[in-house]
């Protein structure tokens, strides 16, 4: 059950969590020989995009992704395509893609997992409805760093992430992550966790739009199931809700203050 248990953990953090798009992936947690390339492309059919807290389409989505890893080190390209008008009026078109680089340390620190790595975002589609306003003014990059705790990961796994913006935004978001796995049978690998971020001063004010305090963001609560349909190709289920946090968010420019959607994704593991 290791790819199923692998692609799980990818969904959780995927559609669980990033966006619950993050708009990454980070696989090396569990694999087969680090020395062996290893290629899989997914795609993913979401009812709505959400950000960090931040709804940004209301109408289905198309993510598509393409993941490649070898010796510890993933590089993954991720898009949306907004299939219906999103909160900017992009619609039919990419709005977005993001290319992320990310390595797991060859460190053995109590079974815990470092993570590190940048991403790189970019709109290619900008709209001018809200005054290109938040992510969709200029490109920018995140660099980040990853702590998995991996000692209880039968029961649970907690993790915290830390983004820094050394582009647009200037500022800091970190993400707690709990999620409890469970495999049901061979080919079945179910899973549910809670997240919550933290943004400082300069990134809320930055993607929220005015000025707010630092403070909690987004809380998302979420759930996966993925299935082994057969050699290579793995199915899997994702059902979210999230909430913005009002104390430290003043102004929503976006579709929602809470939203819950799911999505299906198919990916190929060559």
Same mark, same amino acid.
């Given at each position: 059950?290791?790819?199923?248990?692998?692609?799980?953990?990818?969904?959780?953090?995927?559609?669980?969590?990033?966006?619950?798009?993050?708009?990454?992936?980070?696989?090396?947690?569990?694999?087969?020989?680090?020395?062996?390339?290893?290629?899989?492309?997914?795609?993913?059919l979401v009812s709505s995009?959400?950000?960090?807290?931040?709804?940004?389409n209301n109408d289905f989505v198309i993510q598509p992704q393409l993941t490649v890893e070898q010796y510890g080190v993933s590089l993954n390209l991720w898009g949306n395509y907004d299939l219906g008008k999103n909160w900017i009026g992009v619609s039919s078109d990419f709005s977005e893609f993001n290319l992320s680089l990310a390595y797991t340390l060859p460190l053995d620190?109590?079974?815990?997992?470092?993570?590190?790595?940048?991403?790189?975002?970019?709109?290619?589609? +900008?709209?001018? /409805?809200?005054?290109?306003?938040? =992510?969709?003014?200029?490109? *920018?990059?995140? !660099?980040?760093?990853?702590a998995t705790i991996l000692s209880i990961k039968d029961y649970i796994i907690p993790s915290v992430t830390m983004f820094g913006d050394v582009d647009e935004a200037n500022g800091v978001y970190i993400l707690f992550d709990v999620v409890a796995p469970y495999q049901v049978s061979d080919y079945l690998w179910v899973e549910g966790g809670i997240s919550a971020g933290w943004g400082n001063t300069s990134y809320n004010d930055y993607y929220?739009?005015?000025?707010?305090?630092?403070?909690?963001?987004?809380? +998302?609560?979420? /759930?996966?199931?993925?299935?082994? =349909?057969?050699?290579?190709? *793995?199915?899997? !289920?994702n059902l979210t809700y999230t909430l913005v946090e009002g104390g430290s968010i003043s102004t929503n420019p976006y579709e929602a203050n809470e939203k819950f959607y799911g999505g299906v994704n198919i990916a190929y593991d060559f």
């Open positions: 059950m290791k790819k199923a248990m692998i692609f799980g953990m990818v969904a959780v953090w995927v559609a669980g969590v990033a966006s619950a798009q993050d708009d990454m992936v980070m696989v090396g947690q569990g694999g087969s020989d680090a020395s062996e390339v290893q290629v899989t492309v997914e795609a993913a995009h959400v950000w960090r807290g931040q709804v940004l620190i109590n079974d815990i997992a470092i993570d590190i790595g940048v991403i790189g975002y970019h709109y290619p589609a +900008n709209g001018t /409805g809200a005054g290109g306003l938040g =992510i969709n003014k200029q490109s *920018t990059t995140e !660099l980040f760093a990853k929220w739009v005015g000025i707010h305090d630092e403070g909690w963001n987004d809380y +998302n609560f979420y /759930g996966t199931a993925s299935y082994e =349909i057969m050699e290579n190709v *793995t199915a899997a !289920l």
